[in-house]
């Protein structure tokens, strides 16, 4: 929320990166949401979350929707840097705030309909022997249709695109030296772009891992939920909690560490305090 109104505060802020910061910031505030609907039905009702209901269809819908968003979000985050660097030196392309817009347009659709499927019928309320034992009524082919090609495009394209900025930034630096310039701002630029891979991709693996081995291990259990209780359910819920630190750490990682949104945030802080003691005085 944080990060949602400091971008709407501020007029500057409202370059290609920053719309699809902000697109990420509500992604993850669906997923904070959903989960807590979930975690409120578990409260009240526990029976319904471990055996399925109907009940359970459209918090896990949303759910899935907002974390679908996110994944895309990061693949997009990461495209549109690496056009940024890689065709800073022509003018032929440059990502505009349209370029950005559609991406968020798209990447909600694609989330929406992949993510209410099973509102839509792909549901097991009466296939139970297809139905999944952690995510149920949710059927087992239907996770896995969601989360393996997902799961390759939240590691492969962050993969490519930051490994691709560095050799790229590292090209431009040899070739400075080479003519005898100084290459300081592109080392620190290469030592940025590193040290921020290597967080997304350990937040990356920790959050989204457990639950694709969760995933695959639904798919080759033949057991009932009863023998699975209550060893299998506390892995789901810890899983659930990691998706939830993903939500935590994004806006860490991509916005509250920009320098520029940090000034904001600090000017607004400013601000606010100073309108207190002027309606003190």
């Known amino acids: 929320c944080t990060v949602i109104f400091t971008r709407l505060a501020t007029k500057d802020l ?3 990166i920053s719309i699809l910061f902000c697109n990420l910031a509500v992604s993850d505030l669906f997923t904070s949401f959903s989960g807590f609907w979930i975690s409120v039905l578990f409260i009240t009702n526990p029976d319904i979350t471990i055996f399925g209901s109907r009940d359970m269809l459209a918090p896990y819908a949303l759910y899935t929707t907002s974390i679908l968003s996110t ?3 990061l693949g997009s985050i990461g495209v549109e840097r690496y056009l940024a ?3 800073s030196m022509r003018t032929r392309f440059r990502v505009a705030r349209n370029h950005s817009i559609a991406v968020v347009f798209i990447n909600w659709v694609l989330a929406f309909f992949l993510g209410c499927l099973p509102l839509m019928g792909w549901n097991c309320l009466h296939e139970e022997e297809s139905a999944s034992v952690l995510y149920s009524p949710f059927c087992v082919n239907y996770l896995i249709f969601i989360a393996i090609p997902n799961v390759v495009v939240a ?7 930051y ?5 790229i930034l590292r090209r431009r630096k040899l070739r400075m030296k080479a003519c005898g310039q100084a290459s300081g701002t592109y080392k620190s630029a ?3 772009v590193a040290r921020t891979s290597i967080f997304i991709w350990l937040l990356a693996l920790i959050s989204y891992a457990p639950f694709f081995a969760g995933v695959i291990f639904d798919a080759t259990n033949h057991r009932c939920h009863i023998d699975l209780y209550p060893g299998v ?3 789901r819920n810890c899983t659930a909690v990691l998706i939830t630190i993903n939500c935590l750490g994004n806006p860490l990682i991509y916005t509250l560490r920009l320098k520029t949104l940090r000034a904001k945030l600090k000017a607004l802080k400013c601000l606010s305090i100073s309108r207190v003691r002027a309606c003190a005085i």
């Open 233 to 235: 359910y506390i892995f």
């Open 155 to 161: 590691f492969i394209i962050p993969l490519f695109t």
């Open 85 to 87: 660097v890689a065709k």
């Open 163 to 167: 490994l691709r900025i560095i050799i």
């Open 14 to 16: 409202h370059k290609p």
């Open 190 to 192: 290469e030592i940025q």
């Open 71 to 73: 994944i895309y979000n």
